[in-house]
């Protein structure tokens, strides 16, 4: 009797709050299916590849099938995290190359203003940073872009010392490049570039010097067996391999030396100096390098000579030098053939040390140490 009533008590809710509660219920279901049907069209854009920022974005601008369809693509992605997206330069982000910049989309969007077609963007922002592609963007159109820039590391910033540069001289797009990079179009110790770089092929001539406080790390005494006199100094790992390149020589019958090494800036300030009173100013500016200026600063150069006779380049250890350094790590630093690059005049006995693998690279490919540096090294 008790359940009964109970049964019979139970209220019933009013018809008209019954079809709110379904509405809200339709409601949620929706809202649940279009949060669902977003989460999977964000998982397909972002197992592509694209950033939850980039996909959200591909979405809300309706490209979800576009983008879907030409796959992933880093532009692309960058474009669509982009506040400088612009829709109508959609079709031009695609075609260009990634790189990691900054502004990339802001600079793409101002080249193309400017007049350029996505493969010159290609080659623009290829060759300068975030920074120097910007400037470049702010300049007219250059009418033969593809003139200097086929060289893989000419420099935007460098572009009218490149043009004034083949004009003068008539040299090819080749040699324009690697001298005016090298800053060989500026008069010696104008503008130089300080060296921060401080590995074993740091590149320093009269161009980039290093800071008169610069002092190599492991600089150590050269045993007087190897050295011409027991004061002499270098880098550790200068001094092993030359003790390495020595002995091997003296199996073979030779006998190399060290004459100089590590010179500090006040060495050379001293050095200049006595030159100085000796053979005056002219000789000076002709023969040694300025303070700051001298690879002797590295800790890395030697000046090597023979104990069979007094004039380095007549020796037969010069011969075997020749054939033999880079295997330990040495290159001959200023050859006759190279004046114009390194700056500096034949020095048969000035060696320097840079590993054994940029050696060998530097031995086989007949080339400097600022050619190398400048293909390889220069960021
Ligand atoms: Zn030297």
Request: net charge negative; with cysteine; charged share 30%.
């Amino acid at each position: 009797m008790v359940r009964v009533m109970k049964v019979v008590k139970k209220k019933k809710l009013k018809p008209v709050y019954i079809k709110t509660l379904k509405i809200i219920g339709i409601i949620l279901l929706v809202v649940l299916g279009l949060f669902l049907f977003y989460l999977k069209q964000i998982n397909d854009l972002t197992r592509l590849g694209y950033s939850k920022i980039a996909s959200r974005n591909i979405l809300f601008s309706f490209k979800k099938d576009y983008v879907m369809s030409l796959g992933e693509n880093k532009t692309l992605n960058k474009a669509f995290e982009s506040k400088d997206y612009v829709e109508d330069n959609l079709e031009f982000y695609r075609k260009i190359k990634y790189v990691d910049h900054k502004n990339l989309i802001k600079n793409i969007n101002k080249l193309l203003e400017v007049g350029y077609s996505p493969n010159d963007i290609n080659i623009i922002i290829t060759h300068g940073s975030d920074d120097a592609v910007e400037r470049f963007s702010k300049r007219e159109k250059i009418k033969y872009l593809e003139e200097f820039f086929s060289v893989s590391y000419a420099k935007l910033d460098n572009y009218d010392r490149y043009v004034n540069y083949s004009m003068e001289t008539g040299e090819d797009e080749d040699l324009t490049v690697l001298y005016v990079n090298l800053d060989l179009d500026l008069n010696d110790y104008e503008n130089s570039v300080e060296v921060k770089d401080f590995s074993l092929t740091m590149l320093v001539n009269k161009h980039r010097h290093l800071n008169e406080d610069f002092e190599p790390n492991d600089l150590v005494k050269i045993d007087s067996d190897y050295a011409s006199s027991d004061d002499l100094y270098c880098s550790r790992l200068a001094l092993n391999a030359f003790k390495k390149m020595s002995e091997a020589a003296s199996k073979e019958g030779y006998s190399i030396i060290i004459n100089s090494a590590y010179r500090s800036y006040q060495d050379q300030v001293d050095l200049s100096d006595l030159y100085l009173r000796t053979y005056g100013q002219n000789y000076v500016d002709k023969y040694v390098a300025k303070p700051g200026y001298s690879e002797h600063q590295t800790g890395l150069a030697f000046d090597i000579g023979s104990l069979n006779t007094n004039v380095f380049a007549n020796s037969k250890e010069y011969v075997w030098m020749k054939d033999n350094a880079h295997k330990y790590g040495f290159i001959e630093r200023f050859q006759k053939k190279y004046e114009s690059i390194t700056g500096f005049r034949s020095e048969p006995w000035h060696y320097r040390y840079v590993g054994v693998d940029v050696a060998t690279a530097i031995h086989d490919e007949d080339m400097t140490l600022e050619e190398y540096y400048m293909i390889n090294l220069d960021k």
